[in-house]
């Protein structure tokens, strides 16, 4: 349902992208003809490719805006995860303090958490942690949730100006990224999608902040359509 939802609202975002090429288009001097994409006419060779341009670089604008609402408001989680709290009667309660570090879950460095408790499917965990200043293991079993394995860690969530921007601008990249992983060949889709780009163990995810992302994600996807269609039509111009 909420993917449904997403899709419909990206619609707009390809009127976005359409007004954009339209609005380059006329202050620019170009001659305009309505069909599925606007088409141009008349005009300089180098006018025409930044019309057409235009389009990609106005979606991407309006996924980055997005994004930065998302991570401004929500917070990011750093490339260090940090324990904020912990859920009551979860796994990591009474084991985990908030201010402890995870750097390796079973031994292993990770690039997700939640991906790494993931793939293990329910087998107990062990997470090496820093906390003041000393290096301990402790082993949590992870308890079902859905369609994935929860240790009710609550992430600290960064929500500074410059990290929201940072992360912002280079969320289509992370985005697109996953999408090829998720496509290669032997390789198995992170199971929690792509709420899972930004979001590690944290179960009481809001509404807004699930409908956003998949709003953020199928952007990207119709960022990545648009750029390619972008580049045949600037090569025939």
Same mark, same amino acid.
């Given at each position: 349902?909420?993917?449904?939802?997403?899709?419909? @609202?990206?619609?707009?975002?390809?009127?976005?992208?359409?007004?954009?090429?339209?609005?380059?288009?006329?202050?620019?001097? #170009?001659?305009?003809? /309505?069909?599925?994409?606007? /088409?141009?006419?008349?005009?300089?060779?180098?006018?025409?490719?930044?019309?057409?341009?235009?389009?990609?670089?106005?979606?991407?604008?309006?996924?980055?805006?997005?994004?930065?609402?998302?991570?401004?408001?929500?917070?990011?989680?750093?490339?260090?995860?940090?324990?904020?709290?912990?859920?009551?009667?979860?796994?990591?309660?009474?084991?985990?303090?908030?201010?402890?570090?995870?750097?390796?879950?079973?031994?292993?460095?990770?690039?997700?958490?939640?991906?790494?408790?993931?793939?293990?499917?329910?087998?107990?965990?062990? @997470?090496?942690?820093?906390?003041?200043?000393?290096? /301990?293991?402790?082993?949590?079993?992870?308890?079902?949730?859905?369609?994935?394995?929860?240790?009710?860690?609550?992430?600290?969530?960064?929500?500074?100006?410059?990290?929201? #921007?940072?992360?912002?601008?280079?969320?289509?990249? /992370?985005?697109?990224?996953?999408?090829?992983?998720?496509?290669?060949?032997?390789?198995?889709?992170?199971?929690?999608?792509?709420?899972?780009?930004?979001?590690?163990?944290?179960?009481?995810?809001?509404?807004?902040?699930?409908?956003?992302?998949?709003?953020?994600?199928?952007?990207?996807?119709?960022?990545?359509?648009?750029?390619?269609?972008?580049?045949?039509?600037?090569?025939?111009?």
């Amino acid at each position: 349902m909420i993917n449904l939802l997403a899709i419909a @609202l990206v619609l707009p975002l390809f009127l976005v992208g359409e007004l954009a090429r339209w609005g380059t288009g006329r202050a620019l001097g #170009l001659s305009t003809e /309505r069909r599925f994409f606007v /088409r141009f006419t008349g005009g300089k060779k180098w006018a025409r490719v930044a019309a057409i341009l235009a389009g990609s670089v106005a979606i991407y604008l309006a996924i980055v805006a997005g994004a930065f609402v998302l991570f401004r408001v929500h917070g990011v989680v750093g490339d260090r995860t940090a324990v904020a709290s912990t859920k009551p009667g979860m796994p990591a309660d009474g084991k985990l303090v908030p201010g402890d570090v995870i750097v390796a879950v079973d031994h292993e460095a990770f690039a997700s958490l939640a991906g790494a408790v993931n793939a293990k499917a329910g087998a107990p965990v062990v @997470l090496t942690i820093e906390r003041d200043g000393t290096t /301990r293991e402790v082993s949590l079993q992870p308890i079902r949730g859905g369609d994935r394995w929860l240790l009710g860690i609550v992430p600290t969530r960064e929500r500074r100006h410059d990290v929201a #921007l940072a992360s912002s601008l280079a969320y289509p990249i /992370r985005v697109v990224g996953q999408l090829v992983t998720q496509l290669a060949p032997h390789e198995s889709a992170d199971p929690g999608g792509p709420v899972r780009i930004y979001d590690e163990v944290h179960f009481d995810i809001p509404a807004w902040v699930i409908v956003l992302t998949a709003l953020l994600t199928f952007g990207t996807y119709l960022l990545v359509a648009s750029v390619l269609v972008d580049l045949v039509r600037a090569l025939r111009v």
